[in-house]
C-alpha cells in the first residue's frame, strides 16, 4: 500500500510539471531553449535582410517606406511564433529584440543599444502573465513592440544625429536630396511615424494569422513545437 501511495504521488508530480509545461509555466532556460533561440533568430533576421536588400536594389528610399514596415513583419512573425511557442518562457521577446540591437550596435549604430534595451523592457512588461508566449494573440502583440523598436532605430538618427546623418545619407549612400528630404519627413513628422507604426501592425497581424495557422495544422500536430 505504501508503495502504491508513492507511486500515485510521484505520477501525479509528473503530471501536474507536464501539465505546466504544456501551458508555458516552465521555469529556467534550457540549452535546447537557446539554441533554439539562437536559430530562429537567425532565421528572423536573414529574412529580415534578404528582403531589406530585394527592397534596395529594386526601390527607391520613398517607395521603400511604403513596402518594408509591412513586408518584414509579415515575413518573420510567423517564425517568431514557433520560436515562441517551442521556448514558452519569459526573456523570449527580450532577448529577441536584444539580438537585433546588438547586431545593428555593431554594425556602428550605438545609438541601437539604448533603444534595444527600451524595447526589450516594454516587450517583456507586455508579457506579463503565465503562459502567455504560448497564446498566439499575446505573442503577436508583444512582437509589435520588437517592430515598434525596429521602428525606432530610424527615427533616433534624425531626431538626435540629423545634419551629421544627413550627410552620411548624401556622401556615403549617394541618395539624391530630393530622396533624403523626402526620408527626413517619414521618419521626424507625426503623421509619417504613426503610418509605419501601423504599417507594422497590419504586418505583423498578418503574419501572426499565417503563424498561427501554421502553429495548429503542423507545428503542434507534428510535435515540433
Not at 130 to 140: C, E, Q
Amino acid at each position: 500500500m505504501a508503495e502504491l501511495g508513492r507511486a500515485s504521488k510521484a505520477s501525479t508530480k509528473t503530471e501536474r510539471r507536464e501539465g505546466q509545461e504544456g501551458h508555458g509555466q516552465a521555469r529556467g532556460w534550457t540549452v535546447r531553449d537557446v539554441v533554439t533561440l539562437v536559430a530562429f533568430n537567425l532565421i528572423i533576421i536573414a529574412v529580415t535582410f534578404v528582403l531589406k536588400l530585394g527592397e534596395d536594389l529594386l526601390f527607391s528610399p520613398q517607395v521603400e517606406f511604403f513596402i518594408g514596415s509591412w513586408l518584414f513583419p509579415l515575413a518573420a512573425t510567423p517564425f517568431y511564433l514557433v520560436m515562441a511557442d517551442r521556448i514558452g518562457k519569459r526573456g523570449v521577446l527580450a532577448a529577441t529584440t536584444l539580438v537585433f540591437g546588438l547586431l545593428y550596435t555593431l554594425m556602428g549604430s550605438l545609438y541601437c543599444l539604448p533603444v534595444a534595451l527600451v524595447g526589450a523592457a516594454v516587450g517583456e512588461l507586455s508579457m506579463v502573465g503565465d503562459g502567455s508566449y504560448r497564446r498566439p494573440t499575446r505573442a503577436v502583440l508583444g512582437f509589435y513592440v520588437y517592430w515598434v523598436t525596429f521602428g525606432f532605430y530610424g527615427v533616433i538618427p534624425y531626431l538626435l544625429f540629423r545634419d551629421a546623418y544627413i550627410a552620411q545619407l548624401s556622401e556615403r549612400y549617394r541618395y539624391s536630396m530630393e530622396d533624403v528630404l523626402a526620408m527626413v519627413a517619414q521618419y521626424t513628422e507625426l503623421p509619417w511615424i504613426a503610418l509605419m507604426m501601423a504599417q507594422f501592425a497590419v504586418g505583423t497581424a498578418v503574419g501572426g494569422l499565417i503563424g498561427t495557422r501554421l502553429l495548429k495544422k503542423h507545428v503542434r500536430k507534428a510535435k515540433i513545437a
